[in-house]
C-alpha cells in the first residue's frame, strides 16, 4: 500500500507534456497493479488469526480463557482433520468450508422480558436465522473435515439474570456449554471444543458461524456472521447476548466505531463504557467480541446466575451442557463405555473419574467427595448411562 502511494505522487509529480504521457500511463497502470496486490496482500493479512491453541488459564488472564475445566481429552468428539486454511499458529477463517445448506426455523421463539426486577431470557434456542443442514451430509465437502452427527434440536432456555449485575470479588471461570444467550436465539459457547483447541480454527460451521452439539443445541463460538452488529448513536457496537451474570456481550465496536483489540479489553475481554441498556445510555460493564482469542467472554466478571435450563435430562443438572465443537458421536465411544459419557457430561478427565470411583462397582460417594460434585447428581448420571 505505501508503495502504491509513493507511486501515485510520482506519477502526480512527471508534467503531462507529450514526450512523458507513454510514461505517464506506465506509471498508471504499474500504480493500479501495485494497489491491488495491495489491498489483496493486506485483506489476506487482516484475515488471518492468531490460533488460540493452549491459551486456557487457570486464572484470569489476557489473551487467555480462564476455564473451568482444565484437563481435556485430546481424542475428544470432533473435527476429525484440519484443513488448509490452518497454517502454523494462524488459520484463515474466510478459506474455511461451511455446512451446506439453508434450513429455517419458523418455530424459533425467544422472549426476553423483566420481571420483579431480574432480567428472564426464555427461548427454544432455535436460531432466527437459516442456519446448515445437520447432521453433515456425507455429500457435504465438510464432511471431510468434521462429521458432526448432531441436528439442530430445541432447547428449553430459562436465564434469571440481574437487570444491573455487579463485580464479583473476583472473577471466575467460563463453563463449558452455554455462556451467554444471544438475541437471534443460538447460544454462545466459549472459544475451545471438547478436546480444548481453538474451536473457531477447527470445527466446520454453517454460514452464521453455528452447530450443534451433542443435545442439539445451536451455538456459536466467536463473533459470527449472523450475530446482531449494529451500532448505537455514539458508533458502539449494539447488544449482541446476555452472559450467565448478567453482564451484556456486544460486537467489536467501541464508542466512535473504533474496532475494539483484546490490548483495549481487560482480562475477562470486557470494559466499561457508556451503551445502550435497557433503552437508555448507562455506563456499565460489558464483554466485547472480536477476533482476537478468546474471542468473546474470558473469565465472568460478575457473578454467574441461575444456569440456563435446557431440555436434556443429561445436563439439566446445572452443569456444562457438554463438549464444544461437537460432541459428535450419539452415544458412548465403541470401546471407551459409560463412564467416558459421564466424563463428558461431567466435563472431568476419563482418567480422574476412573481413579475417583475406583474398581467395580464404582463408589459414588467417594466419587463425588473427589470430583467436588453433587453425590445425587453423579448416582442420576451413572442410572442414565447404564451399561445396555
Ligand atoms: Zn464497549
Ligand atoms: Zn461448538
Redesign the pocket.
Known amino acids: 500500500m505505501r508503495k502504491s502511494t509513493l507511486l501515485l505522487s510520482l506519477a502526480v509529480i512527471i508534467p503531462k507534456t507529450k514526450g512523458s504521457v507513454k510514461l505517464y500511463r506506465l506509471f498508471l497502470m504499474a500504480m493500479f497493479v501495485m494497489f491491488t496486490v495491495g489491498v489483496a496482500s493486506s485483506a489476506q493479512g487482516h484475515d488471518s488469526r492468531w490460533l488460540g491453541d493452549g491459551r486456557i488459564s487457570s486464572g484470569p488472564k489476557i489473551n487467555h480463557l480462564f476455564s473451568c475445566q482444565q484437563n481435556f481429552n485430546p481424542n475428544a468428539p470432533?473435527a476429525h482433520r484440519t484443513g488448509p486454511w490452518l497454517q502454523g499458529d494462524k488459520y484463515h477463517p474466510h478459506k474455511k468450508l461451511h455446512v451446506n445448506g439453508k434450513v429455517d426455523w419458523p418455530n424459533a421463539r425467544i422472549n426476553i422480558v423483566t420481571e420483579k426486577g431480574m432480567r428472564i431470557v426464555r427461548a427454544n434456542n432455535l436460531p432466527t436465522h437459516p442456519t446448515g443442514e445437520f447432521p453433515i451430509r456425507q455429500s457435504d465437502p465438510a464432511y471431510q473435515y468434521d462429521r458432526n452427527p448432531n441436528s439442530i434440536r430445541e432447547q428449553k432456555i430459562l436465564m434469571r439474570l440481574p437487570l444491573m449485575p455487579k463485580f464479583a470479588q473476583s472473577p471466575s471461570c467460563v463453563p463449558m456449554g452455554l455462556t451467554a444467550f444471544t438475541l437471534v436465539g443460538g447460544a454462545l459457547?466459549n472459544a475451545v471444543?471438547a478436546g480444548g483447541r481453538d474451536?473457531p480454527a477447527y470445527?466446520i460451521?454453517d454460514v452464521c458461524g453455528?452447530?450443534?452439539?451433542r443435545s442439539g443445541q445451536y451455538?456459536?463460538?466467536d463473533y459470527a456472521p449472523c450475530l446482531p452488529n449494529g451500532t448505537d448513536q455514539n458508533g458502539h457496537s449494539s447488544l449482541i447476548a446476555y452472559a450467565l451474570d448478567g453482564f451484556g456481550v456486544f460486537g467489536v465496536k467501541d464508542v466512535g466505531g473504533r474496532t475494539l483489540t483484546n490490548k483495549n479489553l481487560d482480562v475477562c475481554h470486557g470494559h466499561e463504557g457508556p451503551v445502550m441498556w435497557d433503552g437508555t445510555v448507562q455506563n456499565i460493564y460489558h464483554y466485547h467480541m472480536n477476533d482476537e482469542y478468546p474471542y468473546s467472554i474470558g473469565c465472568l466478571r460478575g457473578t454467574r446466575a441461575q444456569k440456563a435450563n435446557t431440555n436434556n435430562p443429561s445436563s439439566a443438572g446445572g452443569q456444562p451442557n457438554q463438549?464444544?465443537?461437537?460432541p459428535r458421536r450419539a452415544g458412548p465411544r465403541r470401546g471407551d463405555g459409560p463412564l467416558a459419557a459421564i466424563a463428558r457430561e461431567l466435563s472431568v478427565d476419563l482418567n480422574e473419574l476412573r481413579r475417583a470411583v475406583g474398581p467395580p462397582p464404582p463408589d459414588i460417594n467417594r466419587a463425588a467427595r473427589l470430583l467436588k460434585i453433587d453425590p445425587k447428581r453423579l448416582r442420576t448420571l451413572f442410572q442414565q448411562n447404564r451399561p445396555r
Open positions: 470432533g459457547y471444543d474451536a470445527e460451521l453455528g452447530h450443534p452439539e451455538h456459536y463460538h463438549p464444544q465443537g461437537g
